[in-house]
């Protein structure tokens, strides 16, 4: 078992209208180019200073397939640093999102292009078992057809999972899948090996970066994710309810 310390963006931008999620909820999850910068900086301080024998890996991971991850991509590679991009498929090619073009420059630079779903589903975990499969493999077949390379690895939208979803994305061929848990002890799913994630938000401090690092607020993490997931169960069903009610 490994420790893998593995951060979660989704979007480093200039500009707000950059993104192709064009609402509140997202601005969470949009860092601004001079805040990811100082924060590969301190990065590259934290691993020059400490030992990090605690840790096997460190790793930057970005989700959902926005068009501002070539910039992301582009402050790693001056950093000697790799990403890992999980791409939603459906997405790809519309306005504020990767075209096929973009992914596969990503992968000739060297970043790892891993599936993000189709069509992100809002709580993946509900989903049926088949449709999680279909989700998967549609996704990696489009990737694969873009890279002209295996896929090996993917995250799960929304970063919520229970067993189906694990088994669903490792029958597909994932054989590295990304959670939002925050832990950084690797966990396993018959052979493939499931990787917890940090994740980091846009409005998070370079003290608050730093010990997050350090795992100093480990502890907290846990706790949000705790009570975020208790919020989804609660709002999915009443979301669903009213979408009926629209559609009824």
């Known amino acids: 078992m490994k420790n893998r310390l593995a951060l979660l963006y989704h979007e480093v931008i200039n500009d707000y209208t950059e993104s192709g999620f064009q609402n509140n909820d997202n601005l969470a999850y949009m860092h601004k180019t001079e805040v990811f910068e100082k924060q590969i900086e301190i990065f590259k301080n934290h691993v020059h200073q400490t030992n990090s024998s605690k840790i096997d890996d460190y790793l930057f991971t970005f989700d959902d397939g926005g068009i501002s991850n070539l910039r992301a991509a582009s402050i790693l590679e001056k950093n000697n640093l790799i ?48 449709k999680m499969l279909e989700e998967w493999k549609v996704s990696k077949q489009i990737l694969e057809e873009i890279i002209e390379q295996k896929v090996f690895s993917c995250s799960i939208p929304g970063g919520d999972a229970n067993k189906k979803t694990y088994e669903s994305a490792a029958e597909a061929g994932s054989q590295y899948i990304y959670d939002s848990e925050p832990i950084i002890a690797t966990r396993t799913f018959n052979t493939s090996e499931i990787i917890g994630r940090l994740s980091i938000k846009a409005n998070l401090t370079d003290e608050q970066f730093l010990k997050t690092l350090e795992l100093k607020n ?7 994710r705790k009570i975020k997931s208790t919020i989804k169960k609660i709002i999915f069903p009443l979301h669903q309810y009213i979408q009926n009610k629209k559609n009824g």
């Open 83 to 130: 990403g890992q991009f999980f791409i939603t498929t459906k997405q790809i090619g519309n306005k504020g999102f990767l075209s096929p073009k973009d992914i596969i420059q990503l992968h000739k630079n060297g970043h790892i292009i891993g599936s993000h779903s189709h069509t992100h589903p809002m709580i993946f975990r509900t989903l049926s078992y088949a």
């Open 218 to 224: 480990l502890s907290a993490l846990q706790r949000n």
